[in-house]
């Protein structure tokens, strides 16, 4: 079965600057994506940024990127120049490559933003 | 514009005493989800519609039940809530792409007394 770590319970980063959220995952699969979710206090999950396993390239959303190791099974989230309402839960989550499109989520980590 | 709406957005229901929470969507997606989320977890699937195809996973509760009458909506009924059961019920809904991502809504607290 597969399975998402994510080893930082909370962070905190000031206003302006730069934080990174670790995430890894076991899988004995080649195919899959992964994907950072974000959780506000409002309960909604937001997608932030998506990979697909197959592409070397890490993606990039604005002022998200991420930083995707596959050998190593690592994804973390890079958020630059973070901003006030970027203070939220984060979630990585993982999906197979078939059709059910399950997502398989990580326990989480909360972002806190100091002004 | 909402896409995905749960209905009510708290609910307080008695020990024991049967609750249905309601999703809709207007995405027309195959897919909808029902994920369970407690307080400072993970959320985590307990079943999902592939159009009519019902997915149950493997450690969900028979507890736990779900209705989907039409593309649009989808129920999750529960049968007799226990306080384990308290938690935030989220719904999500997706089109069959393989990189394609949840739509959610706003979820429904359950409150068990």
């Known amino acids: 079965a597969q399975t998402v770590t994510q080893s930082q319970p909370e962070m905190s980063v000031q206003e302006a600057e730069t934080v990174t959220l670790s995430c890894t995952y076991d899988t004995s699969e080649s195919d899959y994506y992964l994907f950072w979710y974000k959780q506000p206090p409002s309960r909604q999950m937001i997608l932030v940024i998506r990979?697909?396993?197959?592409?070397?390239q890490n993606a990039t959303e604005n002022r998200f990127s991420v930083n995707f190791q596959k050998a190593a099974k690592s994804f973390s989230l890079k958020i630059s120049d973070s901003q006030l309402g970027d203070a939220a839960m984060y979630f990585c989550?993982?999906?197979?490559?078939?059709?059910?499109?399950?997502?398989?989520f990580g326990t989480g980590t909360l972002l806190a933003v100091q002004p | 514009d909402a896409m995905v709406i749960q209905n009510p957005r708290y609910q307080v229901t008695q020990f024991g005493k049967p609750v249905t929470l309601s999703c809709s969507q207007t995405l027309n997606h195959n897919v909808m989800y029902w994920y369970q989320q407690k307080s400072s977890q993970a959320p985590k699937l307990l079943f999902h519609y592939y159009d009519k195809d019902f997915n149950n996973e493997a450690d969900t509760p028979d507890n736990f039940q779900s209705r989907r009458p039409n593309t649009s909506f989808c129920f999750l009924d529960i049968r007799s809530p226990g306080l384990g059961d308290a938690a935030m019920y989220l719904c999500?809904?997706?089109?069959?792409?393989?990189?394609?991502?949840?739509?959610f809504g706003s979820g429904t607290q359950l409150s068990v007394l």
């Open positions: 990979q697909e396993a197959y592409k070397q």
């Open positions: 999500a809904t997706s089109r069959v792409i393989a990189n394609e991502k949840l739509f």
């Open positions: 989550a993982y999906r197979s490559g078939g059709a059910t499109n399950k997502l398989i």
